[in-house]
């Protein structure tokens, strides 16, 4: 099984500021096979990056995904009053699918 | 609007069994595989199970398997779960959630989700 690990568990900043979040698994992902998805309190989640870096339809271009291998990050360009909530990483290139403990972008 | 609805979450008794549904609006389900992920308080996502849009491949976590059945039926186009033999850690908010593609799949659907709480 492969574990996702998020840092930080907690990312303080202000609208305006960039985020970058961090996803790195436990071993290599088959050919980029990670999500990133954002949920607010009471919510569905939502759908950001699929296969480490395609935006999802609808998503804005200030979300940006990168990463290979066993590291990949989530960025945020310019934080929006909306974009602050818990996100999660989750890979799909293996059994079973697995999903990381999560970030959550505060406002500072 | 693409939607997907769940429900039958509820308060049941450890060794208990539910039945949760979920109805999807705005896409035919039946073209779509789907998955159930469940969120313990204050813990991450975990994933479920897994459906095929045929219904003829099913796949279940560890922590579940033996106790929950996923089926669908794709008439009524709806999803569903039966959890027996209930446990107080599937203590969770379960979500059903649209597969991008076969099992080895993002989730670009997802429902809120409906509360099970395991607790005598």
């Known amino acids: 099984e492969i574990v996702l690990t998020q840092s930080p568990g907690t990312l303080s900043l202000s609208p305006g500021e960039r985020a970058t979040l961090s996803c790195r698994a436990s071993?290599?992902?088959?050919?980029?096979?990670l999500a990133w998805y954002q949920r607010k309190p009471g919510q569905a989640p939502r759908l950001l990056i699929y296969d480490a870096s395609s935006r999802a339809t609808g998503i804005p271009d200030r979300f940006s995904g990168s990463g290979s291998g066993t590291d990949f990050t989530l960025t945020i360009s310019r934080l929006e009053p909306e974009d602050f909530a818990v996100y999660y990483c989750q890979h799909y290139g293996g059994s079973p699918l697995t999903f990381g403990g999560g970030t959550k972008v505060e406002i500072k | 609007e693409v939607q997907l609805v769940e429900s039958g979450g509820g308060l049941v008794q450890p060794g208990g069994s539910l039945r949760l549904s979920c109805a999807a609006s705005g896409f035919t389900l039946t073209s779509y595989d789907m998955n159930w992920v469940r969120q313990a308080p204050g813990k991450g996502l975990e994933w479920v199970s897994y459906i095929s849009s045929s219904g003829r491949t099913i796949y279940y976590a560890d922590s579940v398997k033996g106790r929950f059945t996923i089926s669908r039926d794709n008439a009524k186009n709806s999803l569903y779960l039966q959890m027996n033999s209930l446990r107080a850690e599937d203590t969770a908010v379960y979500s059903c959630?649209?597969?991008?593609?076969?099992?080895?799949?993002?989730?670009?659907?997802w429902g809120n989700g409906t509360t099970v709480t395991v607790s005598s």
């Open positions: 071993q290599s992902v088959t050919s980029s096979y």
């Open positions: 959630a649209r597969s991008g593609g076969g099992y080895y799949s993002y989730m670009d659907v």
